[in-house]
């Protein structure tokens, strides 16, 4: 799940919750509220409007860089305000959507702490999600099982001794290769993704199926056989790896035709096949 990611009359605004906070993309504001062409230029304007004013003072008192995905799928530095500050830029842009703008931005800090309270919904809200960008049904059960069983293997790893970062990534790279004959980055580059792109977004039914699998087998091998620590944990992911590659070959030989290639799609109904947005 991108879960920061929220949508405003089907316009993204990008988000990052940190310290019990939402801050949101100042820009993102600003595109929603005015529908300008260039809302960073709007922003720029904006901001020595406030400055020549009296309020840059204020201003960079509540106004944060953090660093949000781009669409060149590239993260950079960008402007971002928690609702106090987004509330008090609004102030400052005509726009006839402040006012069921605020009423949204209540809505999304309500609908955190709700989450907080029962974790389901922050899962509803994320099939909600999908299904607006286009996903299948199917595929978002999948994709629903899959985060869970992901879960599931990552606190095990903490358990067992493996840090996030690095190790996560050796980690995840072995069960590919084993389970695919490829690494996270050379399956994003099959699928034309940029790096910070997520992978299993852009994973078929069937290649989301094997990936499941695959970390739910090798939690088993964790269990097991007691493993702890880096290059025993590898040595099991290696093995589940074997799992998904059996699986793997058979399917092709069924259906003759492989199973990873640089088709970027999912299902979506019997009448309508899309094409994924890169």
């Not at 990552?154 to 995840?172: M, P, Q």
């Not at 790279?173 to 993704?193: Q, R």
Request: aromatic content about 8%; hydrophobic content about 30%; proline content about 3%.
């Amino acid at each position: 799940m991108n879960n920061n990611l929220a949508l405003f009359e089907e316009k993204e605004i990008r988000r990052n919750y940190q310290e019990g906070k939402w801050y949101f993309s100042v820009v993102d504001v600003v595109f929603a509220l005015t529908g300008s062409k260039n809302p960073r230029r709007y922003w720029s304007d904006l901001k020595i409007k406030l400055s020549d004013e009296g309020y840059d003072i204020q201003l960079y008192d509540f106004i944060v860089q953090l660093k949000l995905e781009s669409t060149d799928g590239k993260k950079y530095k960008t402007d971002c305000a928690d609702t106090e500050g987004i509330l008090r830029i609004i102030q400052s842009i005509p726009s006839p959507k402040a006012e069921p703008f605020k009423r949204w931005l209540a809505k999304v800090g309500s609908e955190r702490i709700e989450e907080i309270q029962n974790p389901e919904l922050a899962m509803d809200r994320m099939k909600e999600l999908y299904e607006k960008k286009g996903y299948s049904k199917s595929w978002i059960n999948m994709r629903e099982r899959g985060i869970a069983t992901r879960h599931n293997l990552t606190d095990e790893w903490k358990e067992r001794g493996i840090s996030k970062g690095v190790e996560y990534a050796i980690l995840t790279n072995e069960i590919y290769n084993s389970g695919f004959g490829v690494t996270a980055k050379e399956y994003k580059d099959i699928k034309g993704l940029h790096d910070s792109q997520n992978l299993r977004d852009s994973m078929t039914n069937i290649e989301l199926a094997l990936t499941n699998l695959g970390e739910a087998t090798a939690v088993e091998f964790h269990k097991k056989n007691d493993s702890k620590g880096l290059k025993e944990l590898k040595n099991d992911m290696s093995e589940a790896g074997t799992v998904i590659n059996s699986a793997k070959k058979e399917i092709e030989r069924k259906l003759e035709r492989p199973i990873v290639t640089s088709d970027n799609y999912i299902e979506l109904t019997e009448d309508n096949n899309l094409k994924l947005p890169n």
